[in-house]
């Protein structure tokens, strides 16, 4: 017995020796939800419902050009569910999502200015759904990013979980089928134009990856059926935000640590209906700091990346948007020998499918 434990410990004491990764508190998100203020189905008593049973920590409402839910029922946590109220600012296109502002630009004001009117504010904004399609047996005209010279949003939603599952329903018998399998069409990660943008975006400039869900609950005429109910939305796509601290159940320096952690690029997109397990970590290391995902730093050598994972993955590192290396387990750890913008993408179970996707490090020259 005595040996067994001992062991255990030789092996703990191992594992941490090789993985004394920065220490981050992790919480999951469920961003990008309608409510009953625009056209979502539910209240937002019965969403945050819907958020405590899947075990939301963070909920981030984004009702079309409205922050009612700031007045009824109120930012902050309601149980043990932080309510971030925040909007999707919607002109005809080029749909931004935002977070931590008073007042919301009008939805007619030119891009440029909504954003400059968010970022005035201290106020976060991200591209909704940039390359979305529309779909023609949903009725559904295409709310793409068509501005592409704009810059100076914080970030761009890598993965949208109703865009993206809408580019499947060809008719009527695909939109069925495909509403008995919401997940399906997430099996193997995000479009890869949005994965493509993303990366030519973060050469250019730091932009944060976020992934949303898009949640309205509405109902499909003649059936129980919703696309989708919330339960099954918020088992969908997270975001997953790292924190230096703990959460305190305080409103006020929650939802600034929150704020924090999403403008800097601290957090990662997770298929959740994969699982939910905490514990993923990405950094980078040399022998004078460790820096995390989302972080800037100037290349030296000796320096590595590394990750851990909670369950054996895939592993994709993608630097500049090109794989450079894949490996399997619980671990990461290579050398980097050249400056480059660093993300990786970890696939899981028997059939390979698309899991989590980090921020990248931007290696600097
Ligand atoms: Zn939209
Ligand atoms: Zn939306």
Redesign the pocket.
């Known amino acids: 017995m005595r040996d067994r434990i001992g062991k255990i410990h030789a092996k703990t004491r191992a594992t941490r020796a090789m993985n004394p990764g920065p220490r981050y508190y992790e919480y999951s998100a469920v961003l ?1 939800v ?1 409510s009953r203020y625009s056209d979502g189905f539910g209240t937002v008593p019965e969403i945050l419902g819907q958020a405590r049973e899947a075990e939301v920590d963070i909920l981030g409402l ?1 009702d079309h050009d409205t922050r009612r839910a700031a007045e009824d029922p109120g930012e902050g946590y309601h149980g043990r569910v932080l309510l971030l109220v925040g909007a ?1 600012v919607t002109p005809r296109q080029n ?1 931004v999502l935002t977070w931590f502002t008073e007042t919301l630009p009008p939805a007619n004001e030119p891009l440029h200015t909504i954003i400059q009117r968010v970022s005035d504010q201290g106020g976060l904004s991200f591209i ?1 759904h940039p390359n979305d399609r529309g779909n023609r047996t949903l009725r559904l005209p295409s709310y793409r990013w068509t501005e592409r010279d704009i810059r100076d949003f914080t970030g761009i939603e890598v993965w949208n979980h109703l865009s993206h599952w809408s580019d499947r329903v060809k008719g009527i018998p695909t939109g069925l089928w495909n509403l008995r399998l919401p997940w399906r069409v997430l099996y193997n990660g995000p479009r890869a134009e949005d994965l493509a943008l993303w990366d030519r975006l973060a050469q250019e400039r730091p932009t944060v990856g976020i992934g949303g869900v ?1 949640a309205h609950a509405v109902p499909v005429p003649r059936t129980h059926w919703k696309v989708f109910s919330y339960g099954v939305s918020f088992h969908a796509i997270r975001t997953q935000i790292f924190l230096t601290e703990p959460l305190s159940h305080q409103n006020g320096p929650d939802l600034q640590q929150i704020k924090r952690a999403l403008r800097d690029g601290h957090c990662a997109i997770m298929a959740a209906h994969l699982g939910r397990e905490k514990g993923f970590r990405y950094w980078i290391e040399d022998p004078s700091q460790v820096q995390f995902m989302g972080d800037r730093v100037s290349f030296c050598p000796k320096m590595r990346l590394r990750g851990i994972s909670p369950v054996k993955a895939i592993w994709h590192v993608v630097r500049n948007g090109g794989r450079v290396h894949t490996t399997s387990g619980h671990l990461l750890d290579i050398p980097v020998v050249e400056p480059g913008c660093y993300r990786v993408e970890l696939f899981r179970g028997k059939k390979g499918r698309a899991w989590i996707y980090s921020n990248p490090i931007y290696v600097e020259a």
């Open positions: 990008h309608h984004t999707e749909h909704a898009d």
